[in-house]
């Protein structure tokens, strides 16, 4: 099974918080994992905001950016190049979605259609959850 994984529940697998295990469990369950390439940026960003605020050491921080870092090469990533923004404008207006989120299920489209095979969708939005369903997705959580 391949699993298109949004920023939300792909920063899950490097930090502990709420539904970790169960992010773990669908990674431990898949073929595959691909995500946006935005999703490797604003985890990166979301690393160092908690080495600032001080809830990751700089030891832990480097460990964790060591780990995402081998870990992305792994991953199918999507470049959000013109088809996937063109995508994205249009889910925006369909679905009311925010930006990045819109360029998810984007990505998560392209991917599909590129592998021409079905592709579960895994993130810890309820609102980017419900639009992924109404485009076609197994929506791995269970809306909260």
Known sequence: ???????????KLYVTEVGSVTVQGWRAAASHL?????????????????????SLSPSEH??????????????????????VLSEAVQLVDKHGLRGYDAIHLASAIFLRRRLEETIAFAS?????????????FDVL???R
């Open 141 to 143: 959580r269970r809306r």
């Open 34 to 54: 691909g995500s946006s390439a935005l999703a490797y940026v604003e985890a990166r960003a979301a690393l160092a905001r908690r080495r600032r605020a001080r």
């Open 62 to 83: 480097r460990a964790v950016v060591q780990d995402l870092d081998v870990d992305w090469q792994h991953y199918l990533s999507i470049q959000p190049g013109a088809a």
């Open 124 to 136: 810890w939005d309820d609102e980017l959850d419900a639009a992924a369903g109404r485009e076609g």
């Open 1 to 11: 099974m391949t699993i298109y994984i949004d920023t939300s529940a792909f920063l």
